[in-house]
């Protein structure tokens, strides 16, 4: 697992394990807040063993991002902190989580200890702030990669956890193109000298207005891609052999799991639009 540390009080972990995939501690004197969790209790154990050597009164909170399991399965390893999310999250996990487990434990040994935890406080609407010793933390709603996602702006900071809104290439499976748009031009809103992705390496400053109009034309791409294979006839066949390179992005971050996630997007948007 990589550890790094992007302002005094921030530090991010990055999974060798799976694509990448990201959490984050923000410290304050009287604790820390973990924005997400990682999938696998090895990295997530690691996280948690290291939170008192930066933070000697542990971690008072942990928010999930969103319900996805990269993000939320080693909640359960941090008993003591306050779970926090959007209310869509709470839903989604009651509704799927189990039975996404017990799948994935069938096929993956390393998740076999996972207990699926539920958050103790929700919120609704667009926004809830959470204050622990004087830093201000702004939950933001950010539907798009799913209905349920928010991003964390820690606003004294100026790091934005961008969650799965912002990743090497935008994947939008579970989700929805037009709320993504408006997501992502939430980015473009606030202040940020740092923005950690839901999987990949930190942006710089200078590189976020960038990286947010290319994960734009590549939504923009992707849906003349599908128009097009619809119109012609070609239909998913030709999808299925699209370069993600024809997009403008690189196939090469997320240990190349990139060209995966776009022709899965292509397929998935094909469906939407051939059924209406």
């Known amino acids: 697992m990589l550890r790094e540390r992007v302002s005094d009080n921030i530090h991010i972990f990055t999974s ?20 997400d969790s990682l999938p696998f209790p090895a990295e997530s154990r690691e996280v948690a063993s290291f939170i008192p050597r930066i933070s000697p009164p542990g971690v008072k909170y942990v928010i999930l991002t969103h319900y996805h399991a990269d993000h939320a399965y080693g909640a359960y390893l941090f008993p003591e902190a306050d779970l926090v999310c959007h209310h869509l999250c709470r839903q989604l996990l009651q509704e799927r989580g189990q039975p996404a487990l017990e799948e994935a434990r069938a096929h993956e040994p390393l998740l076999e200890e996972v207990e699926l935890r539920l958050p103790d406080v929700t919120f609704e609407g667009e926004e809830m702030a959470l204050q622990l010793a004087g830093q201000l933390v702004r939950l933001i709603w950010a539907p798009g990669h799913t209905k349920d996602l928010v991003m ?6 100026q790091v ?3 969650s799965d809104t912002m990743m090497p290439v935008p994947s939008i499976v579970d989700g929805n193109v037009r709320a993504f748009r408006e997501s992502l031009a939430k ?22 207005d960038g990286v947010v ?14 128009a097009a294979a619809i119109e012609s006839g070609e239909g998913k066949s030709a999808l299925r052999e699209d370069d993600i390179e024809s997009t403008g992005l ?17 397929l998935a948007l094909y469906d939407r639009r051939v059924s209406g």
């Open 187 to 208: 980015i473009r809103n606030l202040e940020i000298k740092n923005l950690v992705q839901g999987h990949g390496e930190v942006v710089l400053v200078g590189e976020v």
């Open 160 to 162: 934005l956890f961008a």
């Open 250 to 266: 690189s196939r090469l971050p997320i240990h190349g799991q990139v060209q995966q996630i776009h022709v899965a997007n292509l």
């Open 152 to 157: 964390v702006y820690v606003e004294d900071e």
């Open 16 to 35: 060798d394990l799976y694509a990448q995939v990201t959490a984050g501690a923000i410290v304050t004197p009287a604790g820390a807040i973990l924005v």
């Open 213 to 226: 109009r290319a994960s734009l034309n590549y939504l923009d791409r992707i849906e003349a891609k599908v």
